[in-house]
């Protein structure tokens, strides 16, 4: 399977941006999707999570509220969109997708995207 991140740029504080990952090679369906992010100097981390028919879904403590995650099975895609941009989600953002949801909160997935950089100015 092959993941595809785009959608990141640089946007003020307050404004908003849609990441988009768009998934060939496999079947879209079998997979749950999350967003990964990395900051400059640090780890990867969790930002959110969806399974396979959309029904469970989460976000980490300083996303929720303001990042909502999608996906659409009939146009393999995934979607993040991000309101309320603060200068600390300055990072890169990468799609995973993995047989199990659960992978994402061990930091792991069965494929990476090749991650798009999102800047916000204060």
């Known amino acids: 399977v092959q993941l595809q991140a785009s959608g990141g740029g640089l946007v003020q504080a307050g404004g908003s941006l849609r990441l988009l990952c768009e998934v060939s090679?496999?079947?879209?369906?079998?997979?749950?999707m999350g967003w990964f992010r990395q900051a400059p100097g640090k780890e990867r981390i969790y930002v959110a999570g969806?399974?396979?028919?959309?029904?469970?879904?989460d976000y980490s403590d300083s996303v929720k509220g303001r990042f909502t995650i999608s996906r659409d099975n009939t146009k393999n895609t995934m979607v993040l969109q991000m309101n309320s941009l603060k200068p600390e989600d300055t990072a890169t953002y990468y799609c995973?997708?993995?047989?199990?949801?659960?992978?994402?909160?061990?930091?792991?997935?069965?494929?990476w995207g090749q991650g798009t950089l999102v800047t916000v100015s204060s």
């Open positions: 995973a997708a993995a047989y199990a949801r659960v992978a994402f909160k061990g930091g792991k997935a069965d494929a």
């Open positions: 090679g496999d079947t879209f369906s079998t997979y749950a």
């Open positions: 969806i399974n396979q028919d959309s029904s469970r879904i």
